[in-house]
T-cell receptor, first 114, second 110 residues
Framework: DAGVTQSPTHLIKTRGQQVTLRCSPK?????VSWYQQALGQGPQFIFQ???????QRGNFPDRFSGHQFPNYSSELNVNALLLGDSALYLC?????????????FGSGTRLTVV | GQQVMQIPQYQHVQEGEDFTTYCNSS?????IQWYKQRPGGHPVFLIQ?????EVKKQKRLTFQFGEAKKNSSLHITATQTTDVGTYFC??????????FGKGTKLSVIP
């Protein structure tokens, strides 16, 4: 039973560019949440997708957008990259928004903006 | 969004000593989840507490949810080097999970 798969694992982008990160949820999960984790900090909630809609959003600018596909996989897009966007981006999948059985996290995508 | 205060931020213990981390909220929570993140790894779900006064145990780990459902604790008995990592709480309100606490980073000195 595959867990959460994220791609790519590492990425280097130039300031001002755009990036797309991908996530395949654990089998049986229907909800995908995205988190940004800076070095030494806790995960910061970006948004959550359920039934292909953004159901909940954290305090992130509109440069951060996402999508969920019918197979429950998801993408995180970040436009106009800033140096401060350098972080580990974690995808977490869950059943029923994670309020009953918790989140399963992927290993993350390490984004470096130069 | 709603925040919880997680304390302490860091804890260094000798192997074999006990360890406790606390999450405190100013408002009543519907549930609270605990996660562990090993150095260089990703958060791993440990447990969820839902009921007032609930206590759950996993081997040497004991999790408690306060009577008022505003605070929670994670206690590790006789720490081992495998317990090293950062422990996060994640509060829930209604049908949503909220923001992770800042975490408690545990170091175990052999």
């Amino acid at each position: 039973d595959a867990g959460v798969t994220q791609s790519p694992t590492h990425l280097i982008k130039t300031r001002g560019q755009q990036v797309t990160l991908r996530c395949s949820p654990k089998s049986g999960h229907d909800t995908v949440s995205w988190y940004q984790q800076a070095l030494g900090q806790g995960p910061q909630f970006i948004f959550q997708y359920y039934e292909e809609e953004e159901r909940q959003r954290g305090n992130f600018p509109d440069r951060f957008s996402g999508h969920q596909f019918p197979n429950y996989s998801s993408e995180l897009n970040v436009n106009a990259l800033l140096l401060g966007d350098s972080a580990l981006y974690l995808c977490a999948s869950s059943k029923d928004r994670g309020t009953y059985y918790g989140y399963t996290f992927g290993s993350g995508t390490r984004l470096t903006v130069v | 969004g709603q925040q919880v205060m997680q304390i302490p931020q860091y804890q260094h213990v000798q192997e074999g000593e006990d360890f406790t981390t606390y999450c405190n909220s100013s408002t009543t929570l519907s549930n609270i989840q605990w996660y562990k993140q090993r150095p260089g790894g990703h958060p791993v779900f440990l447990i969820q507490l839902v009921k007032s006064g609930e206590v759950k145990k996993q081997k040497r780990l004991t999790f408690q949810f306060g009577e008022a459902k505003k605070n929670s604790s994670l206690h590790i008995t006789a720490t081992q080097t495998t317990d090293v990592g950062t422990y996060f709480c994640l509060p829930g309100a209604g049908s949503y999970q909220l923001t992770f606490g800042k975490g408690t980073k545990l170091s175990v000195i052999p």
